[in-house]
């Protein structure tokens, strides 16, 4: 009760606060409990982000003990006369400042400490855990682990929140099969716009959930999420095979993707792949197990253009049946075109190959390689125009560097709910391409941030120029016209869903979507 008082009080000189005169220090009365912060650490954190472009510091930092806390957080918001903006900032791994913002509260969903809040929940029979929303994929996986389930759909890095990830898509080699984890979302709790706290799945205030799930933070803050799950896998058979054929190589990976329906042991569980358009690149910090013991010459392999195509693949399976997964493998193997001899095998639990890029994120910490820029550029590539793509970009623009991992590996669009905020290009079958470079000032003009930057624009100018209808993922704009092309057809729903739940246009400012009505 003295806190639910002290939060109100804190709230109150927030409203009168933002309403005059700006002075932070004057946000956080005597005694709030250390919910509603103004301390520089706290403030600073909450101004940046993974990407490392963008700083923007926000007038305190709430961190929630309860959904019911944030509620009153938000509705005080709504119904001031001046208002303030309110950001959920679940790990703070995006890139454009997208959880940021200036004019009012970051909420620190994912702060480590659980406080009166829920924890995960399972349910065994039903199989379906819910968990808080700013928990992290690697403390759901680690809750159900210990009733042998796991969710189904995953992101390549853990190290990130449930909100912040369906409030995208999450997406990673499962989603052919399994589709993004908005697909494996039965229910939610979510503070609207207009601080209420409402329950909504399918069946419960549809339009809600489905606007939610994928709306870049703008109709709610998730509070709580009823995952699907699985029985978990004890192991993971994971195989990289090489092409130096783009068309050999897109076309096996369609030929995978397109084995969903089939039963388990007639299909892999994971597909994804890698360009490899430059030497160095081949042992980067998402390619670990081609080892210096291993290592592979792209003039060896006769690669196209200097670039080669990595196919990576996986099997789950129980130790039960571990007679039998390596004729599975081989069958699966038969199938396709890769360069002999360039098969790639390990053999890893089901958690280490999950939790794989955290490896890679101590190794690059070590060297001060994790904490610099990231000018990340990620696009749906429509399959009908991928060819195009590799030749404009991947033979073309980049160059033979890259400066990180380039991912590329097809989904199902039947595997995602139009329903969902989400925008994917128009065809049965889309890519994902990912580049995920870091900006280093090594004095190679190559890596700078400007040069990377650039390099982007030029990417989606070319896109433009050639008429591929491109869709970015955790996508970036800063201009209204830019968003409403962005969702084309979806634009009319995503406003009308916007004024029906946030209609004061509260929500992650940081998206740069809708401008806050003061
Ligand atoms: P934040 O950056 O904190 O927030 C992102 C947006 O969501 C903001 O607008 C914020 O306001 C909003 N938000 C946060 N929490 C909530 C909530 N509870 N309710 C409502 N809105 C909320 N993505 C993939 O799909 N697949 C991958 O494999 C993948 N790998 C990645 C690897 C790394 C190393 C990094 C840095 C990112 C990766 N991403 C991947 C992208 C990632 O999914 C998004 O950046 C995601 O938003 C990060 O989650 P977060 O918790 O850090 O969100």
């Known amino acids: 009760m003295a806190t639910k008082l002290l939060l109100t009080f804190a709230i109150c000189r927030l409203i009168v606060t933002v309403g005059l005169t700006l002075d932070p220090t004057e946000l956080l009365p005597l005694g709030v409990d250390g919910h509603l912060s103004v301390d520089t650490s706290d403030v600073e954190t909450a101004s940046l982000d993974f990407g490392g472009l963008n700083r923007a510091e926000p007038l305190a930092v709430l961190h929630p003990a309860s959904a019911e806390g944030i509620a009153r957080l938000v509705r005080a918001a709504y119904e001031s006369a001046h208002g303030f903006t309110v950001s959920a900032r679940g790990h703070g791994h995006s890139i454009n400042g997208q959880a940021q913002t200036t004019n009012g509260v970051v909420i620190k969903m994912s702060d480590g400490s659980k406080g009166g809040r829920l924890g995960s929940r399972v349910s065994e029979k039903l199989r379906y855990v819910d968990v808080w929303g700013g928990e992290l994929w690697i403390d759901v996986l680690k809750s159900t682990l210990e009733y042998g389930l796991a969710p189904k759909s995953w992101t390549d890095y853990l190290y990130l929140s449930v909100g912040g990830t369906l409030s995208n898509a999450g997406i990673s080699g499962q989603a052919f099969n399994h589709g993004p984890q908005i697909s494996n979302v039965h229910e939610l709790d979510v503070v609207t716009g207009k601080g209420e706290l409402m329950t909504c799945s399918e069946e419960q205030n549809s339009e809600l959930f489905h606007a939610v799930l994928g709306g870049l933070g703008q109709f709610g803050i998730i509070t709580r999420a009823r995952i699907a799950l699985e029985p978990a896998p004890q192991r993971v058979r994971w195989i990289r095979v090489l092409y130096s054929n783009f068309s050999a190589f897109t076309k096996d990976q369609e030929y995978l993707i397109s084995l969903h329906g089939q039963p388990d042991t007639q299909k892999f569980d994971y597909i994804e792949g890698f360009v490899i358009v430059d030497e160095g690149l081949i042992n980067n910090w998402r390619s670990s197990f081609f080892s210096p013991r291993n290592p592979v010459k792209i003039s060896s392999l006769g690669a196209n253009g200097g670039v080669l195509y990595c196919l990576e693949i996986t099997k789950n399976y129980h130790e039960s049946t571990a007679n039998t997964i390596d004729q599975e493998v081989e069958v699966l193997l038969q199938k396709l075109k890769f360069i002999p001899a360039s098969v790639f095998t390990t ?172």
């Open 347 to 518: 053999d890893l639990p089901y958690v280490d190959f999950l939790d794989r890029v955290h490896k890679a994120e101590l190794k690059l910490r070590s060297k001060g390689l994790w904490d610099v820029p990231h000018p990340w550029l990620n696009l749906f590539v429509p399959k009908s125009r991928i060819a195009d793509f590799d030749k404009g970009v991947f033979k073309g623009i980049l160059g033979n560097k890259t400066s990180g991992p380039i991912l590329i590996y097809p989904m199902n669009k039947n595997k995602w709910d139009e329903r969902s905020s989400v925008v994917t290009p128009n065809e049965d079958v889309f890519y994902l391409v990912a580049l995920l470079r870091s900006a280093l000032d090594s004095g190679d003009e190559t890596q700078s941030l400007e040069y990377l930057t650039n390099q982007n624009r030029q990417i989606l100018k070319f896109c433009d120029h050639a008429g591929i209808n491109v869709k970015q993922y955790l996508p970036h704009y800063t201009t209204q016209q830019e968003w409403m092309d962005h969702f084309g057809d979806k634009w009319s729903s995503f406003y009308r869903r916007k004024m029906e739940f946030d209609p004061r246009r509260i929500l992650a400012t940081g998206q740069r979507i809708f401008e806050h009505t003061f």
